[in-house]
């Protein structure tokens, strides 16, 4: 009985930039992450919260944007512009996290211009290079937002 081929064992240079673009959208997600639980970190210590903070599970995104929107409210009580801004960003994160399960799970076969996945109705959708690379281009700009609050 044959084998099939592993993905990463066929050799197509032509699908490198497909590759190359998964990957930095799945970069980009980890660099999200990380700048945010830098960004409470810094909270934490202007509020004077000295608290060890490494927990044996790495908490979620949804639990990340609740911390920092809990510490926002606790340092800005007056200012609702920052509560806005955070429910701005907490939907493009969600609409942005949706994407990449996307990708990440339906994945189907690279095809011209970009390549097929599945979502989870088992319809077939093209997702373009271009499409991609505005994702990630959002992920990086909501890196920079968070940083400003």
Same mark, same amino acid.
């Given at each position: ?14 699908? /490198? ?13 980890? /660099? ?23 927990? #044996? ?20 009580? #007056?200012?609702?512009? $920052? ?14 996290? #949706?994407? #990449? ?7 189907? $076969? ?37 940083? /400003?609050?």
């Amino acid at each position: 009985m044959g084998h099939l081929p592993l993905f990463a064992d066929i050799e197509m240079p032509e699908d /490198a930039p497909l590759m190359y673009g998964v990957g930095r959208l799945i970069c980009a997600w980890g /660099a999200l992450e990380q700048g945010l639980e830098q960004k409470l970190c810094a909270l934490r210590e202007a509020a004077g919260d000295v608290r060890n903070t490494s927990m #044996r599970t790495k908490p979620g995104m949804g639990r990340l944007m609740a911390e920092l929107r809990a510490m926002i409210s606790m340092r800005d009580r #007056r200012d609702v512009s $920052a509560l806005s801004q955070i429910a701005d960003i907490e939907r493009d994160i969600q609409r942005i996290d #949706r994407f #990449r399960g996307l990708i990440i799970t339906g994945f189907g $076969a690279p095809e011209p211009g970009g390549f097929s996945c599945r979502d989870q109705k088992n319809n077939e959708l093209h997702v373009s290079m271009e499409q991609l690379d505005s994702e990630i281009g959002q992920l990086e700009n909501i890196s920079e937002r968070l940083i /400003a609050l």
